[in-house]
């Protein structure tokens, strides 16, 4: 069975500086995984997507993510935070030609202070 | 850009009554589902629908819950004789093909149940 594991249910950064959010997943086949981002009062959005095609994933508004097997890590990351990046963000996996669901983490909240 | 829509953006029910939560989702797309998140929890899957059949429902999706596709747009959840444990923010998504295989599901801005 998938599960993820998102160190750190909030993380608090500086406008300007590096922005790292950490996802464990375990899977006993190789993993799709996705990073979401829930902005107050709206739905779940795709930031990005892993899908063994390249190990470094570029996603929407600056955020890429680094998909590393031998540490079973798909870490999320933006080298600069703004102030509208303040959001929960949420690591999610699913398995190749396995179950249709996506397994969540229990997300991290992201504060950017000015 | 296609969304998801669901309605009622908040529905508050008293204990024992039945509600249904609706969804429209993105018109070309063929896998629906249903996640659920209680307050200060993980966002959990509830159900998969493909090709007017549930393909994988989880341990939470009992008999209390029910889910139909009435007509060519809308996805609904059926939950019978609420629960207090049953508040929650639900989550509709689709997909054009199931998240298994490389496609991304879109969510809808939820419904936030309140059970009283």
């Known amino acids: 069975a998938q599960s993820v594991t998102q160190l750190g249910s909030h993380v608090s950064v500086s406008e300007g500086a590096l922005v790292l959010l950490r996802c464990n997943y375990s899977s006993s086949v190789p993993p799709y995984l996705f990073w979401y981002v829930q902005y107050p009062n709206q739905g779940l959005q795709l930031l990005l997507k892993y899908t063994s095609a390249a190990t470094l994933v570029k996603g929407i508004n600056g955020f890429e993510a680094e998909f590393k097997k031998s540490e079973t890590s798909f870490h999320l990351t933006k080298p600069s935070a703004h102030m509208s990046d303040a959001a929960e963000y949420f690591c999610?996996?699913?398995?190749?030609?396995?179950?249709?669901?996506?397994?969540f983490g229990k997300g991290t909240k992201l504060t950017v202070n000015p | 850009e296609p969304e998801v829509t669901q309605t009622p953006s908040h529905q508050v029910t008293q204990m024992g009554q039945e509600v249904i939560l609706h969804c429209v989702p993105i018109s070309n797309h063929l896998y629906f589902y249903w996640y659920r998140q209680i307050l200060g929890q993980k966002v959990e899957f509830l159900v998969s629908?493909?090709?007017?059949?549930?393909?994988?429902k989880s341990e939470i999706f009992d008999d209390q819950f029910s889910v139909e596709r009435p007509d060519g747009s809308n996805f609904t959840l059926k939950i019978r004789s609420t629960k207090l444990e049953d508040s929650a923010m639900y989550f509709c998504a689709s997909s054009e093909r199931g998240t298994g295989m490389n496609t991304e599901a879109f969510f809808g801005q939820g419904t936030r149940l309140t059970v009283v």
């Open positions: 999610a996996v699913s398995t190749q030609g396995g179950s249709e669901k996506l397994v």
């Open positions: 629908f493909y090709n007017n059949e549930i393909s994988e």
